[in-house]
């Protein structure tokens, strides 16, 4: 069993839909919880991150991390043609591993005009 | 405030040459990681660096592979006698730590080709 699970998609969406991207994993030691967006051939970029449980907003992105249930969810309104790209979700521990993000698969995502 | 600047952006090179990658961090940022991603696979860790210092390269291949982060300079991913599995996009984050945890931002990457 990997210990980052993201469905890869790929996902097609019309303009203006609400999107829900979904990561679970299995390592209880996690932390930090991050989504990044990378477009084709280019490096990702961060766009959220959470410490611990939670929800945060951020313009029309919101992400949620429940450690109960050992998941986490980016939530994209209003979506646009501009976020079509792949997105990948990450989570890392201080104290088990060091440094380092084990990363989703990533999912593609397509919004259609 | 540049970010972090990886260069070259392309690399081909033959069956057993030498691959050099390398990383600047952003500015401020003493700890680097080093990600390697192949094709429809997400990104894997290799190794984080801090200045003269490997902290953790158990992602790292026991073979050819090395890595360093000088006092001065950019940090520099190795890769000797490189063969064909090697080719992927591999990307260098840095992060300030200290400042937001483990946040890291990621450069352009370096898309390495072997024929």
């Known amino acids: 069993q990997k210990e980052v699970e993201q469905d890869p998609g790929p996902l097609s969406v019309p303009e203006g839909a609400i999107v829900s991207l979904n990561c679970t994993y299995s390592?209880?030691?996690?932390?930090?919880f991050m989504w990044y967006r990378q477009y084709s051939r280019k490096g990702p970029e961060l766009l959220m991150y959470t410490y611990s449980s939670g929800n945060k907003e951020d313009g029309r992105f919101t992400a949620q991390v429940d450690k109960s249930s050992k998941y986490i969810s980016l939530f994209i309104r209003d979506s646009q043609p501009s976020d079509s790209a792949t997105y990948l979700c990450a989570m890392g521990s201080l104290y088990n591993q060091g440094g380092k993000l084990i990363f989703g698969q990533g999912t593609e995502l397509s919004v259609k005009p | 405030n540049a970010g972090v600047m990886q260069n070259p952006r392309h690399l081909v090179r033959r069956r057993g040459q030498e691959a050099r990658l390398r990383c600047s961090p952003m500015?401020?940022?003493?700890?680097v990681y080093w990600y390697r991603q192949l094709p429809e696979e997400g990104l894997k860790f290799m190794v984080y660096l801090q200045k003269e210092n490997i902290i953790d390269e158990s992602g790292m291949p026991k073979e050819r592979f090395s890595a360093e982060f000088p006092k001065e300079g950019p940090s520099i991913l190795r890769i000797q006698q490189v063969v064909r599995g090697d080719s992927a996009a591999y990307f260098c984050?840095?992060?300030?730590?200290?400042?937001?945890?483990?946040?890291?931002?990621f450069g352009p990457g370096t898309r390495l080709t072997v024929l």
């Open positions: 984050a840095s992060s300030p730590r200290g400042q937001g945890g483990m946040v890291e931002f």
């Open positions: 390592n209880s030691a996690f932390q930090y």
């Open positions: 500015k401020g940022h003493s700890h």
